[in-house]
């Protein structure tokens, strides 16, 4: 069975950085596409970072490009998201999953979601 168990989100302040991680299991990791998604509080969740299983390509969402590094460890079956400047907009519960392909249009997570981790950016 999968898992996928996600941490290092917390309270900070505008201008901030975090950095999250997700680490899997039950997976051949390196065989996947991971990605990271996020849902604020009334919203639907939102897909913001995408990274190859191969070269470590990766690609972001507008909302964070420029701010957000995706990048991984196959040797340790994690992946991360590194976010600086962080901006009450980020403020958000943060999930990983591996998706069905490498881009943001018909992408889909293809397993179940994890517990997330809260990030507030506030002042």
């Known amino acids: 069975q999968v898992q996928l168990v996600e941490s290092g989100g917390g309270l900070v302040q505008p201008g901030e950085s975090l950095r999250l991680s997700c680490v899997t299991s039950?997976?051949?990791?390196?065989?996947?596409?991971m990605s990271w998604y996020r849902q604020a509080p009334g919203k639907e969740r939102e897909l913001v970072a995408v990274?190859?299983?191969?070269?470590?390509?990766?690609i972001y969402s507008e909302s964070v490009k420029g701010r957000f590094t995706i990048f991984r460890d196959n040797a340790e079956n994690t992946v991360y998201l590194q976010m600086n400047s962080l901006k009450s907009d980020d403020t958000a519960e943060y999930y990983c999953?591996?998706?069905?392909?490498?881009?943001?249009?018909?992408?889909?997570?293809?397993?179940?979601w994890g517990q997330g981790t809260q990030v507030t950016v506030s002042s």
């Open positions: 999953n591996a998706v069905t392909g490498y881009g943001f249009k018909s992408v889909r997570p293809r397993f179940s």
């Open positions: 039950g997976l051949i990791f390196s065989d996947y596409i």
């Open positions: 990274i190859s299983n191969h070269r470590d390509n990766a």
